[in-house]
Each structure stands twice: as C-alpha cells, then as structure tokens.
C-alpha cells in the first residue's frame, strides 16, 4: 500500500499551504487597513495643503503639494488680534466649561450609581434627552436670559450654556465606571473614619479616574466644536474662532489659506488632548460605556 501524502488528501492544507493563507489575509487586512487610514487622512492633508498656498495658486491650479510653500497665512492669524483672540476665547471657555460639567456631574453620578430614590430613573432618563435636544432649541431663551442678566458676550456665558448638554454626558459615563466599583469600598472607608468629602477625593476619584478622563474628554470636544450657541451668545470680546472662520468674506472674496491655516491650528487642541487622554478612551470602551 503506497502512502498517501497530506498533499493528496482533498481539502487537507500543508503547513506551508496554512501559513500562505494566513500571510495573504494579514495582507489583505493591512492593504484595508492602509486604504481606510488613507481616507481618514486625506481632508487633514489637503487642508494643510492649502494652508501652505497663497490665494492665487489655490483658485487657479490644482497641486498635490504647494509648488512655493509659504508660512504667511499663518503669520496672518498669529498676529491678527481678531485671529488669535479667537483662539485664546475658545480656550477659556472650553476648560471652564469642562471643569465645571465634570465638577457637577461627579456627586449626581455617584448619587445614581450608589443610591434608589424616588424617580431616579425618570430622572437619569431626562437628563438624556436633554443632551439629545439639538442646541438651536435653546439659542433663543439662552440669549434672551444673557442678555437680561449681563451675561452676553462672556465666557462664562458659553461655559454655562454647554453645560446643559455635557452635564448629562458627564453623568452618563461617569455612572457607568462608578457602578463598577464595589460598595464594600464606600463603607470600608466610613468604618476607618474618613468623611464623605475625604473619601470621595482621596479613595474613590482615584478608582474611577478612568472614566473621568472620558467624560472630560468629550466635554472638551463637544464644546470645542460647538458652533451655533458660541456664535449666539457672543459677539465681540468673547467670540471664538468658529465664529470667526465663519466671515472671512471680504473684498477680494474668501481667503482660502487664511481659513486652512486656521483650520488647521484648530485640530491640534483636539488632538493633543486625545493624546493625552487616549488610555482612559481605551478604558472606556473596554468597560462598554463610551
């Protein structure tokens, strides 16, 4: 009787057989994977193609890359106080928009994550829905009520005014990690005597530290990338660079560098940001509540 090789037995695969199907998914799955990165990637590149060109070669020619690159569009917006300062506004209101939607939400969560009470469902749920409200709902009363109190064209006017979508963002996510820290901790520290405030800063903050990285997180973005309540309730001393990328229609028509150049700078806040909070992100998702 003659041996039957694995080669000859129908369906069977050889080691090297096994391995070449295995090579050629991975590369299969690196050519997707490259394709898809390219795609992402190409709106970023050719904004900053743009914002390396001057007005002329943008509105007469099409090029891969500048064929005279030049830094002048951002000179412009670094030495035009309009530009700048819309910079530096955005920024303002941005972090004490974050550190007050978080601030908030930190004992509202803990309350839903540690305790029943009357409606508190009820309650979490309208919460929700307030984040789902478009914010062109709110504009109007939001700028009739600045503008009767003294609040109109300040930071803490968008600062409070994007509160009342990230605050249930907040709370939202922050509840989902405080669930997951046993109650046995909360009571443990009671019995060692520490009070509610020592221990909710120095015991459980640092537990949940994770999912208060997310939560400031998308705070920031959220409000970074706000548009219409920004544009509203701010007109000259506090308006961010959103509104300000919105009217450079001039004389001369729109300054196509002026504006990548400023689209530009305006990405890299959001992503030094994502970098720096990119493990908690990771986190995040891993506990299912991002």
């Known amino acids: 009787m003659s041996d039957t090789t694995a080669d000859q037995i129908p369906g069977k695969l050889t080691p090297s057989g096994a391995n070449k199907r295995v090579r050629a998914g991975i590369n299969s799955r690196a050519v997707v994977m490259t394709l898809y990165l390219v795609f992402l990637m190409l709106p970023i590149y050719w904004l900053l193609n743009m914002s390396l060109k001057t007005n002329t070669e943008i509105l007469n020619s ?3 890359w500048p064929s005279e690159p030049t ?4 000179a412009t917006i670094l030495t035009d106080p309009a530009w700048y300062m819309g910079y530096v506004n955005s920024l303002i209101y941005v972090v004490m928009n974050t550190v007050i939607s978080v601030a908030v939400a930190l004992p509202a969560a803990y309350a839903f994550s540690r305790y029943s009470f009357m409606g508190d469902k009820h309650l979490f749920f309208w919460l929700l829905t307030n984040r789902m409200a478009p914010p062109a709902v709110f504009a109007l009363p939001f700028f009739q009520l600045y503008s009767s109190v003294g609040l109109f064209d300040t930071h803490i006017a968008v600062a409070l005014a994007h509160c009342l979508f990230n605050v249930p963002l907040a709370v939202w996510i922050l509840e989902g990690f405080m669930r997951g820290v046993p109650k046995e901790i909360d009571e443990t520290a009671y019995i060692d005597g520490y ?7 120095k015991i459980f903050m640092p537990l949940i530290a994770s999912g208060i990285g997310v939560a400031a997180f998308f705070c920031f973005m959220f409000s970074w990338v706000e548009l219409l309540l920004s544009r509203t309730l701010t007109t000259v001393d506090a308006k961010p660079i959103a509104a300000i990328m919105t009217r450079t229609q001039g004389a ?3 300054d196509w560098g002026v504006l990548a150049a400023a689209g530009v700078l305006t990405i890299v806040p ?5 970098y720096f909070v990119r493990n908690y992100i990771a986190k995040g998702f891993a506990l299912g509540r991002v």
């Open 62 to 64: 099409f090029t891969l």
């Open 270 to 274: 959001g992503a030094l940001v994502i």
């Open 252 to 254: 001369a028509g729109i």
């Open 71 to 74: 830094l002048a569009n951002y």
């Open 195 to 201: 009070s509610f405030p020592r221990f909710f800063v």
